[in-house]
């Protein structure tokens, strides 16, 4: 998911397919990241979290993969619903920084029946 | 617990005017953070706060300032409201026994100020 003001880069999928969303993280230090979904009108909310001693982490109905080669982070959705629809943020904490984050400019998922 | 809890949920100014955006948490967490959120884009970090009394500048300070007085509440004066102020202002919290805990903020659901 890369920056693009005012618009942010779309999936679209068909509901019950998978969905892949990215993100390409800043900085070699940080050693934790979040992915987050955020409903419209609403804060972000909580979905996975991996620390940078981890390549992959499952939860239900998704899987966090990190590649520190390449700073990249992906967020993987078994059987897209819905209620999935909303956009995504990837952040990073480095390492020392009392826990602050930094976020990506965030990918939109639009579901469809 | 009612988690982060922020006030007012929408808010317009004039140019010039000041205002207090609340925030308080329920959870007895010791960090606390404000961001904003401007349209089509990510979080930036204003300021945050370790703990009672202790606060400090995150990316984007200018036209802001922070207390922590009590534990529960973080609030974000702005001073003399300009239009690039206007954006979706979220607080968050954590509790973080040290510097780096593995653990995720925890956002309210935002202010959405508009300066006019």
């Known amino acids: 998911g890369e920056s693009v003001g005012l618009h942010l880069p779309t999936l679209s999928v068909q509901e019950g397919d998978n969905s892949i969303i990215n993100c390409a993280y800043s900085n070699s230090a940080s050693d934790y990241f979040i992915w987050y979904k955020q409903e419209s009108g609403k804060g972000p909310q909580f979905i996975i979290d991996i620390r940078s001693n981890m390549d992959k982490r499952q939860g239900q109905r998704v899987t966090v993969l990190l590649n520190k080669t390449v700073k990249h982070l992906s967020l993987q959705i078994a059987a897209t619903q819905p209620g999935d629809s909303a956009v995504y943020f990837c952040?990073?904490?480095?390492?020392?920084?009392?826990?602050?984050?930094?976020f990506g400019a965030g990918t939109r998922l639009a579901v469809h029946p | 617990n009612a988690g982060v809890t922020q006030t007012p949920k929408f808010r317009i100014l004039k140019i010039g005017q000041s205002m207090t955006l609340q925030c308080t948490q329920d959870?007895?967490?010791?960090?606390m953070y404000w961001y904003r959120q401007d349209p089509g884009m990510g979080l930036k970090l204003i300021y945050y706060s370790v703990g009672a009394g202790i606060t400090d500048k995150g990316e984007v300070p200018n036209g802001y300032n922070v207390s922590r007085s009590t534990t529960e509440d973080f609030p974000l004066r702005l001073e003399l409201a300009a239009p690039s102020q206007t954006s979706v202002y979220f607080c968050?919290?954590?509790?973080?026994?040290?510097?780096?805990?593995?653990?995720?903020?925890?956002f309210g659901d935002g202010t959405r100020l508009s300066i006019l």
């Open positions: 959870m007895n967490h010791n960090y």
């Open positions: 968050a919290s954590l509790f973080a026994p040290g510097q780096a805990t593995n653990q995720p903020q925890h």
């Open positions: 952040a990073e904490r480095v390492r020392g920084g009392y826990n602050k984050l930094i």
